[in-house]
């Protein structure tokens, strides 16, 4: 029974980093509360985009959230922690960029100018040249 | 003789309702005006009013002392024009305009208000903002 779970585990963590590289679309935000409070600074980044122990680091440290502070009532973190943590997709959970997670850095391997491009801005502005990101789609790069 | 001076007075009367009104435009907006005005007069009794000066100042900047280094203003990421749309100083992500003229729906969800308030006044000033800086805020941008 154990050795079946370990599969089965394993073959999900498979399954979810191919989600993210190979067919470069994830599943849609869905949650209107996630949408709207992570929406509102930047693009609500999909669950399947990181682990669920990813999102728990994040969650647990909005006050600090990438050096600014962005605490939300404790009702609607909880709902979102919920979402972001049932819907995550795998990856190193020690990390909460997104950008440091091993499968975004082999795709996105290139000229770092890029980055400082006044149309591109920062590496988490993913919809300055995948135009469907915030949609999920990720393949128009 | 007496019925034009009640007129007269009742005419008066309409034009400072008008007037408040104005200011606070939707009764939602009112209400939450009203809340910081009660807090900030149990807190200093001859409080007259908020101030739109005040509000502008806080608005502008520069402050010193907020958590982050890029936003020493509100205007940092609003723009010095709060009826124009702003953009997140690092993502870039547009912001709705503050002014009440050109966003009515500003200050109208008490709870939105008291969420954006609890974290940008730490962003940008440090610390959390006071009853009165909140209504001098609204009072300035409601006017804008």
Known sequence: ?141 | MKKPTLLLAAALVALGAGVALAAAGDPERARILDGYAAQTKAQSPDFAGFSAASGRALYMGPHAGGKVAETPGCASCHTANPAGPGRHYKTGRDILPMAVSANPKRFTDPAEVEKRFERDCVNVLGRACTAREKGDFITFLANQ
């Open chain 1, 1 to 141: 029974m154990r050795i079946l779970i370990g599969a089965v585990a394993a073959l999900a963590v498979t399954a979810g980093a191919a989600l993210a590289n190979e067919f470069e679309r994830v599943p849609p935000v869905t949650h209107a509360a996630t949408q709207k409070e992570c929406g509102e600074c930047h693009m609500a980044y999909q669950p399947g985009l990181l682990p669920a122990s990813s999102w728990n680091r994040i969650m647990d440290g909005l006050s600090d959230h990438f050096g600014e502070n962005a605490s939300l009532p404790a009702e609607t973190a909880a709902t979102i922690r919920n979402y972001l943590t049932q819907n995550a997709g795998s990856g190193d959970g020690r990390l909460i960029r997104i950008t440091e997670q091993r499968w975004w850095q082999r795709k996105h391997d290139f000229d770092p100018a890029i980055w400082t491009r006044k149309t591109v801005g920062a590496k988490s502005n993913c919809e300055a040249c995948h135009r469907t990101a915030a949609r999920g789609l990720y393949e128009d790069d």
